[in-house]
């Protein structure tokens, strides 16, 4: 195991910490990230090399793995939308899905991540096919339609159809177990 | 997260407010709107928006808070689809009017938390304008085109060939310069909360950085900081590991997980309520083993009568060779107990009277009083805490508090990787989720006036059928008790009994009143199964009600017997120690019930499945009767907390009871028990469970235990309270002597005695409690009908806003349409 700084300058982990992740996590983190492709991912980051992990590797991480929202994890952290991920984006997700990220954050995120059509609303495909996800297909097409009808009612605050952030964030916030779910532990 | 600074300078002084007099307009908001959509253009362009913004002079991040989601539900179809990046220009391509840009951008609703939803919705507008200029996911061409919130919105173009580059430059300026305002310290706390990625976080630092003084001298890492690095990765990997490890400690994890995922959360709250009797008793059993039963075991009292031998009828009649042990009050002595060390000197006169005052000593009638009184005081005030947290907890104010999208939302564990855990997850969401769903989605039922007046005849049918029973029922034990003590007087007269038949007779009132118990509830279902109820969980909770009558009354019958019968001529039967007889007799009903529940688990839910199967041919198994069940558990443990005091060990007996009885009830409600047809939600059991053990179950036994303790006479030849007026003088005898010993405790002598036993202080003290209770729940009141008032206001600041707007906009149009007609004029001619 290297040091961290040979890896990492220092002015480069002095600027890391605005990322959000604790620096004992750092290390842990970075050696988690070569570990999916030891022959993509140097040792060195002095430079800055511009390496990006495939969604494919990201998404056989065993945190991930049995995951089903997984593909829209890795789509919304990763800076092309299509799930392919550099450290940077890497650090940035499991900061946000870490304990210590402030709850406006995560309720972000988690909207991104529910949000699969990226209109930034949640519509009533998107909690389709949230649900789907949620049940693994074992709610039936009418319960699924009810339940998005009702989730509509309640959280709907200006009565357009559909959720926005602020919509979200409102109902959010008052879940009791929100911020103790949305979190993996690494 | 508030954001301690403003990025921006709102122009709060054209904000519009809403009319003083929103009834007159509110009504015909609907109908102005249709008008309007016959009118207005189609759709909104944020494009436009975007355009005409940059035009004006304004710190970029202090323009449109929300996005513009203005399209109501009518106005929404009209627009078309603006999720798929279809152009949708307005009809004369018109951009907003500066007039209407001012008016929005400084309303309420966009400049309150400005700061802290300014850099969150920016990125709205970014995407959505993205969306509309057609870009797909899939360009890498342009870094800026992802879904990826960059710094790069905040204000400035996509494209550089639409804007000028150095209005970019200036707009990113002027955040960092707004980010150097702030300490180090908050500085990183706003970085780190800003949604946006990482690579633009650390320009931000770095830019804002560039222009503070260079920081002293912490280019270089010490040294001895990668050690500390090391050692905080391993205490937390330790941390997590422990906590990983009490997690599994917690017994029956696993367990509870597939029954809430098979039957439901109604089910689920009877294993749930059996754990906390379980603890409970636990706790009840440490403190009095530590207190009572050790010392009392250490200092073995000599036993008075001949040998008695071990026969099997001792574990059910719990008489025997069991009444002379540390098992019943009557083995405790009631003098303060001392370390005999006479075997360890030589004997002599001389050494004995110092090694006595050297060593401890334990004074066995006080210990046994207060023992007692604060294991009572302590269940008592962790009950009505348990039952304070879970009312909070199932009883909110906010009615509306949208159950249904907070679980939708935030029920999926991410912290779950094991494969079989996910799918057990995903199971328990979707019973979850239809049982809100059945909650959320009522029915409503016609009401014929003829079909409502036969369903009441039903009703009190069926309420006439359980009241009669019941009271047979009580009528029959009260008879039976009165003859089998009339029964043992005549049995204690004669001598040739034969101890064993004596012991087996006994044995005959807990089985009748466990036979009842068993036999009653049975009938009560018999009843409930013609009557229709509105929901499941009225019925259970109408179930609960009769089977809490039920056991309320034996239990009075019973106690009555005991106390006013056995215990206040124990003479009548010969009766040397009454305590411990009451104490035998509590132990036998805890057994004989057990007994029976364990055969009609066994048998009786067994054989009523094969039965419903094969004879009904019913096509589902029989329903896991909670109500019922409940009300066993709630009265067992009734006895065992009244029997306390008479037999230190019984809480032993009900924790070995409800162990065994919670693998039994698993096993059974796996093999024999049906998903329930129409899931339901109990999110108030549990509360009505706790309650339920509070009111009448504990309440009870301690009005009980206080008033064998108040009134009544113990036993003048055995026990610890041997030679007292009431057990209560233990306590008072020893204040006395304390006083007697240090008088200036006297004062505190006369508090004790002012206090515990005048009643007019308790009165007192109960009504002032009452009072503030009602107090509380009416300011709980009022905030629930403000809440409501609230929403709705809400609702209507929105269908105002719409209309405001859209005529503002209308007015604009209509004055550029007139002077583009008179050009337009002018060309043709």
């Known amino acids: 195991m290297g040091s961290k700084q040979s890896i990492f300058t220092a002015q480069q982990l002095d600027a890391y910490q605005v990322g959000g992740t604790p620096p004992e996590d750092f290390l842990v983190l970075f050696y988690r ?21 495939p969604y494919e590797l990201i998404g056989s991480m065993p945190e991930l793995k049995d995951n089903p929202f997984r593909q829209r994890i890795a789509e919304v952290f990763s800076e092309d939308g299509e799930g392919n991920m550099s450290l940077d984006d890497f650090l940035d997700m499991f900061s946000v899905l870490s304990e210590m990220a402030p709850r406006d954050l995560k309720a972000y995120y988690a909207f991104k991540i529910y949000d699969f059509n990226n209109d930034d609303f949640l519509c ?28 509509m009612d309640e959280a709907d605050l200006d009565n357009d159809g559909r959720l926005s952030l602020e919509d979200f964030q409102h109902m959010i916030v008052r879940a009791p177990d929100f911020l103790s779910t949305f979190h993996i532990r690494i | 997260m508030a954001g301690n600074f403003d990025l921006n300078q709102p122009l709060m002084g054209a904000g519009l407010e809403s009319p003083a007099d929103e009834e007159g307009v509110h009504v015909s908001f609907s109908q102005l709107i249709a008008e309007q959509i016959g009118e207005s253009p189609d759709g909104f362009e944020l494009q436009q928006l975007q355009r005409a913004l940059n035009d004006e002079d304004r710190d970029y991040v202090g323009e449109l808070g929300s996005a513009f989601e203005y399209p109501g539900r009518g106005l929404n179809d009209m627009e078309g689809e603006d999720d798929d990046g279809g152009e949708t220009d307005p009809q004369d391509g018109l951009p907003w009017s500066s007039a209407t840009l001012k008016i929005l951008s400084s309303m309420p609703s966009r400049t309150i938390g400005r700061s802290r939803g300014a850099i969150l919705s920016q990125y709205y507008n970014k995407t959505l304008q993205l969306r509309r200029r057609g870009q797909s996911r899939s360009s890498l061409r342009d870094f800026s085109r992802s879904s990826r919130p960059t710094i790069r919105g905040y204000g400035m173009e996509v494209d550089t060939t639409d804007g000028p580059e150095s209005e970019m430059k200036k707009k990113k300026e002027r955040l960092v310069n707004n980010l150097q305002n702030l300490s180090v310290g908050e500085r990183l706390k706003m ?40 050692i905080i990765i391993a205490a937390r990997h330790s941390w997590y590991s422990w906590l990983s490890f009490l997690h599994s400690l917690q017994p029956w994890q696993f367990l509870f997980k597939r029954i809430g995922g098979r039957f439901g959360t109604g089910v689920l709250s009877y294993f749930q309520f059996l754990k906390t009797l379980l603890l409970f008793n636990v706790f009840l059993f440490l403190v009095t083993f530590a207190f009572l039963v050790l010392p009392q075991a250490m200092h073995p009292t000599e036993l008075p009568v001949g040998v008695r031998t071990f026969s099997g009828l001792e574990l059910i009649s719990g008489a025997g060779l069991f009444t002379d042990t540390v098992m019943y009050y009557g083995y405790y002595s009631n003098s303060t107990l001392q370390k005999s060390c006479a075997r360890e000197h030589n004997a002599s006169a001389s050494t004995d009277h110092d090694c006595v005052s050297e ?46 999208a907070m679980k939708v939302f935030s029920s999926w564990d991410f912290r779950v990787i094991k494969k079989s855990s996910v799918e057990l997850m995903s199971q328990n969401n979707c019973t979850q989720l239809r049982e809100i769903l059945a909650e959320v989605v009522q029915k409503k039922e016609k009401n014929g006036g003829c079909q409502a007046l036969w369903r009441l005849m039903v009703h009190g049918l069926a309420w006439a059928i359980c009241i009669g029973g019941t009271a047979g029922c009580v009528i029959s034990v009260y008879f039976f008790s009165e003859y089998m003590h009339q029964d043992l ?37 018999l009843a409930a199964w013609m009557e229709e109820y509105h929901s499941p969980s009225v019925r259970t909770y109408v179930a609960l009600g009769r089977n809490l009558m039920l056991k309320v009354s034996v239990l009075a019958v019973l106690c009555y017997h005991w106390l006013g019968r056995v215990a206040a001529n124990p003479s009548d039967i010969n009766l040397m120690c009454w305590e411990t007889f009451v104490g035998q007799e509590l132990y036998r009903f805890l057994i004989m019930d057990f007994i029976f529940t364990l055969l009609n688990t066994l048998f009786g839910e067994l054989l009523w499945r094969l039965f419903s199967r094969n004879v009904l041919r019913r096509s589902r198994n029989p329903a896991f009767d909670i109500a019922r069940n409940v009300l066993d558990l709630i009265y067992a443990q009734t006895l065992a907390w009244i029997g306390v005091l008479f037999s230190p060990l019984l809480p032993a007996v009900q924790i070995l009871k409800l162990l065994l009885l919670f693998y039994v009830k698993v096993t059974s409600v796996m093999m024999n028990c049906q998903v329930p047809r129409r899931p339901y939600r109990v999110s108030q059991m549990t509360t009505i469970f706790i309650t339920l053990l509070c009111f009448p179950s504990f309440l009870g036994a301690s009005v009980c235990v206080t008033y064998t303790m108040w009134s009544i006479k113990p036993s003048s030849s055995c026990g610890p309270f041997r030679g007292l007026r009431t057990m209560f003088q233990a306590g008072k005898r020893w204040v006395q002597e304390l006083e007697k010993n240090n008088p200036d405790l006297s004062v505190l002598a006369r508090v004790h005695a002012y206090l515990v036993e005048n009643p007019f202080f308790l009165f007192v003290g109960a009504g002032i409690f009452l009072i503030v209770i009602y107090f509380y729940s009416q300011v709980v009141d009022g905030q629930r009908k403000v809440i409501e008032l609230l929403q709705e206001h809400i609702e209507e600041e929105g269908a105002h806003k719409k209309y405001l707007i859209s005529k503002l906009q209308n007015m604009h149009e209509s004055k550029k349409r007139i002077p583009r007609r008179l050009r337009s004029q002018d060309s043709g001619c």
């Open chain 1, 33 to 53: 990230y070569r570990d999916l492709a030891p022959q993509l991912v140097p040792l060195d980051y002095t430079k800055e090399p511009d390496v990006k992990l």
């Open chain 1, 124 to 151: 009533k495909s998107d909690l389709e096919k949230t649900l789907t996800k949620l049940t693994r297909g074992e709610l039936g097409e009418d319960e699924v339609k009810m339940v998005c009808e009702k989730v």
């Open chain 2, 191 to 230: 970085l780190r909360g800003m949604p946006v990625s990482v690579a633009e976080k650390k320009e931000l630092r770095r830019l804002t950085l560039q222009k503070d003084k260079p920081p002293p001298s912490s280019s270089k890492i010490p040294c001895c900081s990668q050690l500390k690095f090391y």
């Open chain 2, 359 to 404: 060593r401890l000593s334990y004074n066995m009638p006080l210990a046994y009083f207060f023992t007692i009184g604060m294991s009572f005081f302590i269940t008592c005030i962790i009950l009505v805490y348990s039952m304070s947290k879970s009312f909070g907890r199932s009883f909110r104010i906010d009615k509306s508090y949208s159950i249904l």
């Open chain 2, 489 to 525: 007087q005549r049995t204690s007269r004669q001598t040739n009994t034969h101890p064993l038949l004596k012991e087996a007779s006994l044995l005959a009132l807990p089985a009748l009143v466990s036979l009842l118990n068993l036999l009653l509830p049975s009938l009560f279902s």
